[in-house]
Every structure is written in structure tokens, then in C-alpha cells.
């Protein structure tokens, strides 16, 4: 019998329903897109990969403390040395205050070198009664709003592709490692390569679901269910301990430390109600998962200027309800992850930002980021409950 070659993409997931995926409007230029990507150059090793599961794992026994961050969503136009370097060195100064606190490493993982594909509440935006497709992110189509910049183009893949190598030259000294929402599902198989530890996604080291594409049944979590990178889930207020379980089940079978993280985004409000369950449920279920705490997506609201906006008191607010609900159930807080920037912008009020400033410098293109004093200000107050944690525990 003549061996058959295993395919040359991860295909398992085609077929289940895929939320939030755009409506590509040209099929040839899809397929041939897809081609390029799927012989393009990987863009993280395995090893590497399969080295920060090890350092997750460590996280997951409470000898590591996690710190994810970066952008909302990244711009092609971006990838310049300053405004990356703003960035990691935001990144690596929050990590030195953590580290202090904690009296263990600190992982960090950027939301860098290809967070491009944003899922939206809307597919569509309404501007003085013309509607365009809502702005998916830059590996889809571009933010201005023209019929011919909205049109989701599946060459933008090739483009993210470029700009996540660029801005990985910068990101590799700093010693980071990177992350993005896997949403766009054409992009992330295409760049998925057969190793010798199973299927990689080499388009980055650790991949999330996202809140709106976590169904145990689709067609994102099939995906991440094949790949050997460590995996996140975010979990919003709505998750039930049933969903959480079979997630967990389902991402982590063979219970390894450090291949799943759930990230909860529940907001400061619900936290302290919503959490304690999921917890206690996977605690109990015996798989291992690092839990982080996201306390931006659960706390966005409108400002009287109509800017969408997060108070960095209502942020402090919700890691404070993520460290009391952790304590509470004698287990570690694993990690904090932000959507923040090195630059000076005014999109979320806190500090030096009043809601009065938000017009000056917005310039995030989907949801507010803290700025690099805000940033520094959430990772001293994280150090603050790290250094409270009880005698012995
Ligand atoms: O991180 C992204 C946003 O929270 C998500 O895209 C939803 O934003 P929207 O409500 O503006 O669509
Ligand atoms: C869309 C995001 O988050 P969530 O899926 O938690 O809403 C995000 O992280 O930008
Ligand atoms: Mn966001």
C-alpha cells in the first residue's frame, strides 16, 4: 500500500458553524491567498511554542505569575521600532513590578505580532445612513469608512502575515512570547505545519477563543482542539460551569499543565458572583488551567463624548474581585491580561486622562487601551493584592 501525505492544513473545523468569520466576496482570491499562506515561512518554532506551555504549566502550579498584554487591535502601519518598543518596554517594566510583588517569574506574552482579526457586536455600521461591513481588523479590511476599504480582502492574510514576521524581529530580543485571538480561521490553518509533537500553529505561540466564538461546538474550538500550542478561552458572565467543563474536556484531554488557560472577562460588577463557580467546577474537575484575569472587556462603556471607554478604577475593581474570589477558593491568581500600549493616548480615564481628554489622542481603531502610566498603575496595584497573599499559602 503507498503511504498517503498527511494534508497540507488543518481542516477539521471546516464544515462546524464558524462564527465571525467576513464574508470574503471573491473565492479565487481566497483560495489563493490560503495557497500562499500555506507555504509561507512559520513564524514561531515548535520549540519555542512547546517552551511556553512549560512556563504556562509552571504558571498553573502557582510558581508563575502570567502578564498578557498588548494592543486591542494591531495597524500594519504600526510596526515601527517605536511604537513596538513602547510596547515591550511598557510590557517588561509591569513585569519588573509584578515580579517584585510575586517572588516568582513572570511569563510574558504580548497581544503582538498578529492580533489583526477582530470579532464585532455588529456585522454592519451605520454613518449619516450609509452602511458599510463593521471594520474587522486590518487582516480583513481597513477601518476608514469607504465601501472599497470595508470590503474584506483575503490578501490582507498575506499582509498580517508580513507584518506579524516585522514585528516579531523586534519582539524576539525582547523575549517575549506572542498571542492573538484565533478568529480568522482560513488564516490560522493555512500557517498550521505538521511537527514532530503534532499540528503547530505557527502563526503564534499561545492562540485564544474569544468570547463570541467559544461554542463547544464550533468550529473554534475544533481548531484549537487539533493544535499542540498552548490555548486561552475567555470567559464572559454568561459561561456556565457546564460549557466551562466541556470546554476544559475538550481543549485539554490529556490534562497537561500549561496547555489551557481560561481568561476571565466577567466585569467589576459581576466578578465576585460569576467567577466562584467556574472555578470551584474545574478545581474539582481535576483538569489543570491557568486562569487570568481580564478586566478590560467586561467594563466598556460609552462616553458622553460617544468614545467607547473604560474607567481604570472600574479596572483595579475587577482584579481586586479576581485575586478575593482566587483567595477564597485557596487557590493562585495566574496571571493579568491588558490591552494597553506605549503610547501617550487618552482612551481610557484614569490618572492624568479625564473623560474630557478622550478626543485628544483616541487612536486605538477597535477598543480602548490603557496608556503606559495607566499600565504601570494596574501592574502596582496587582503587585499590591500579590504582596497581600496570606503567609504560607
Ligand atoms: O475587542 C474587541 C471588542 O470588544 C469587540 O470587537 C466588540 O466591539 P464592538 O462592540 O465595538 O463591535
Ligand atoms: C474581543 C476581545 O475580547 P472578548 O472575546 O473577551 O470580548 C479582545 O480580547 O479583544
Ligand atoms: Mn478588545
Redesign the pocket.
Known sequence: MIATEAPAVLDSWRGLPAAQQPGWPDPGALREAVAWLSVAAPLVTAEETDRLTALLGRAARGEAFVLQGGD??ERFDHVTPERVGGKLVTLSRMAAVLEAAAGVPVVRVGRIAGQFA?????PAETRDGVSLP?YRGDVVNGAEFTAEARTPDPWRMVRAHRASAATLELVRPAGVHTSH?ALLLEYESALTRRRAGGWYDTSAHLLWI???TRDPDGAHVEFASRIANPVAVKLGPTASVREVLELAERLNPWRVPGRLSFIARMGADRVREALPPLVRAVAAGGVPVVWLCDP??GN?VTAPSGH?TRLVARVLEEVAGFFEVHRAAGARPGGLHL?LTGDDVTECVGGAVSARDLPLRYESA??PRLNRDQSLEVAAYGAGLLRDRPTGA
Do not use: I
Request: include cysteine.
Open positions: 486591542c487591535a477582530k470579532p464585532r457586536s455588529a463593521s485571538e474569544g468570547e463570541r478590560m472587556h466598556t467607547k490591552e477597535c477598543d
